[in-house]
C-alpha cells in the first residue's frame, strides 16, 4: 500500500474531453511532483510543486495544465490531449525539495487517450 | 540525462543474495545516490540512499565504493515479490536550492525459483 493516493486508476478520454487527475498525501510532505511514463521507459519529471507554488515546470505542452490547491492535494488537468499522451502518470511527494528525504509515490493513473 | 549505467537485466536464484552494480563516475561531492524499485502495474517504490558511508535498512544494503564512482544494492535473501526494475539515480542539483530524480532505464532483475 501506497501513501500517496492517486485517483482515478485508469481514464480512457477522447481528444477534445477535459479530465483532471488528482493526487492526495496525508504525510505533511510540502513538494509534489508529476511525473510521466511511457511503457517500457523510466518515469520522467513534469511538474515540481514546493510550498504550494510551481517550481520546476520541465517544458511540458499547456494541455497539461497542474494545480495545487493546498499542501496535501495535486491535481493535473487534462485539456485537448493526443493520442501519445497515453501513458502512466505517477504523483510524488517528500518532505521538502531542497532536503535528502525520498520522494514516495502513488501508482498511477493509466491514462488512454481515444 | 541520467548520470548512472546499470546492466540492463540480471537473474537470481531464489534465496541467494542479489547484488545489483551501478556506476556514477560523474557524480559530485554533495550529491546522493538513491535506489527504487518499480514492480510491474505499481509506482516506484523507494528503497535506499546514500552519500558517502554504505546504509543498511530493513530491505537492503547499499554499497558505496570510497571514489563514490559506483555501488552496489545487496537485496540479501531474494524472494520472487523482488522481481522488478531497479533504478539507480544520482540527485542532481536543479537550482534554486531544488534537487530532482532523473531515471535512468534500470536493471530488471527476474528472481528464478
Known amino acids: 500500500d501506497t501513501e500517496v493516493t492517486q485517483t482515478p486508476k485508469h481514464l480512457v478520454m477522447g481528444m477534445t474531453n477535459k479530465k483532471s487527475l488528482k493526487c492526495e498525501q496525508h504525510?505533511?510532505?510540502?513538494?509534489m511532483y508529476w511525473y510521466k511514463q511511457k511503457a517500457k521507459k523510466p518515469p520522467e519529471l513534469m511538474f515540481v510543486?514546493?510550498?504550494?507554488?510551481?517550481?520546476i515546470n520541465e517544458s511540458v505542452p499547456s494541455r497539461f495544465s497542474p494545480e495545487c490547491p493546498n499542501s496535501s492535494l495535486l491535481n493535473l488537468h487534462l485539456h485537448a490531449l493526443q493520442p501519445e499522451d497515453s501513458a502512466l502518470y505517477l504523483c510524488a511527494s517528500s518532505q521538502d525539495h531542497a532536503g535528502n528525504q525520498p520522494q514516495h509515490f502513488g501508482d498511477g493513473t493509466r491514462l488512454s487517450i481515444l | 540525462d541520467a548520470k548512472t549505467t546499470q546492466p540492463p537485466s540480471m537473474d537470481c536464484a531464489e534465496g541467494r543474495a542479489a547484488n545489483l552494480p551501478c556506476n556514477h563516475s560523474t557524480i559530485s561531492g554533495n550529491e546522493y545516490v538513491y535506489w527504487y524499485r518499480q514492480i510491474h502495474s505499481q509506482g516506484p517504490q523507494y528503497i535506499i540512499h546514500?552519500?558517502?558511508n554504505n546504509e543498511t535498512n530493513e530491505m537492503a544494503s547499499l554499497i558505496i565504493t570510497e571514489d563514490r564512482k559506483s555501488s552496489t544494492l545487496i537485496l540479501p535473501h531474494a524472494t520472487l515479490r523482488d522481481t522488478a526494475v531497479y533504478y539507480c539515480?544520482?540527485?542532481?542539483?536543479?537550482?534554486?536550492?531544488?534537487?530532482?530524480?532523473?531515471f535512468g532505464k534500470g536493471t530488471k532483475l527476474s528472481v528464478i525459483p
Open positions: 510543486y514546493s510550498y504550494e507554488k510551481l517550481s
Open positions: 546514500g552519500l558517502k
Open positions: 504525510m505533511g510532505h510540502r513538494a
Open positions: 539515480i544520482v540527485r542532481v542539483y536543479s537550482g534554486a536550492g531544488s534537487y530532482q530524480l532523473t
